[in-house]
T-cell receptor
Framework: DAGVTQSPTHLIKTRGQHVTLRCSPISGHKSVSWYQQVLGQGPQFIFQYYEKEERGRGNFPDRFSARQFPNYSSELNVNALLLGDSALYLC???????????FGQGTRLTVV | RKEVEQDPGPFNVPEGATVAFNCTYSNSASQSFFWYRQDCRKEPKLLMSVYSSGNEDGRFTAQLNRASQYISLLIRDSKLSDSATYLCVVRPPNSGYALNFGKGTSLLVTP
């Protein structure tokens, strides 16, 4: 079985641009969460979706948005990119809310 | 005060050594506790959950002290392959199952 897959793996954007990151959860998993990991820090929670509904939001500005599709895949969108948005963006999936979270390999975003 | 605090290290230990990592958390009503392992430039992977009674998985032992809001991880007989960053993770109440991660503790096991 394929694990959590994220695309793209690497991305370079310019300040002010918009970016869309994609995540496909493990087959059968209905919950997807997004995390941002800045170099030298632990992952920080951005969003959680379960059954296509937002179930949690971390302390991130409105420039960050996400959605979950009927097939449980998810997109994270970031508008008006800042240099500080440079990070590894991780997606995690679960089959239910209270089970183990499995992480994808991440998308490494560099904003220049 | 950060919600989950860890000593960032690095911890440099020889093969075969025993090493202990500590972590404190701020929300006394937190529900679940974990240790994750993250290799360089890779995704975090669950190492073990942490239970109040303490739990062991081979060379790894995790302890939870709810009164002190303290979590520990003990690694015995360190292997070169144990070199990684160890992340202390807490699920606070009413979080929708979001996870709070510490900064991580870096371990380097040397020959």
């Amino acid at each position: 079985d394929a694990g959590v897959t994220q695309s793209p793996t690497h991305l370079i954007k310019t300040r002010g641009q918009h970016v869309t990151l994609r995540c496909s959860p493990i087959s059968g998993h209905k919950s997807v969460s997004w995390y941002q990991q800045v170099l030298g820090q632990g992952p920080q929670f951005i969003f959680q979706y379960y059954e296509k509904e937002e179930r949690g939001r971390g302390n991130f500005p409105d420039r960050f948005s996400a959605r979950q599709f009927p097939n449980y895949s998810s997109e994270l969108n970031v508008n008006a990119l800042l240099l500080g948005d440079s990070a590894l963006y991780l997606c995690a999936s679960r089959d239910r809310l209270n089970t183990e979270a499995f992480f994808g390999q991440g998308t490494r975003l560099t904003v220049v | 005060r950060k919600e989950v605090e860890q000593d960032p290290g690095p911890f440099n230990v020889p093969e075969g050594a025993t090493v202990a990592f500590n972590c404190t958390y701020s929300n006394s009503a937190s529900q679940s506790f974990f240790w994750y392992r993250q290799d360089c430039r890779k995704e975090p992977k669950l190492l073990m959950s942490v239970y109040s009674s303490g739990n062991e998985d081979g060379r790894f032992t995790a302890q939870l002290n709810r009164a002190s809001q303290y979590i520990s991880l003990l690694i015995r007989d360190s292997k070169l392959s144990d070199s990684a960053t160890y992340l202390c993770v807490v699920r606070p109440p009413n979080s929708g199952y979001a996870l709070n991660f510490g900064k991580g503790t870096s371990l380097l096991v040397t020959p």
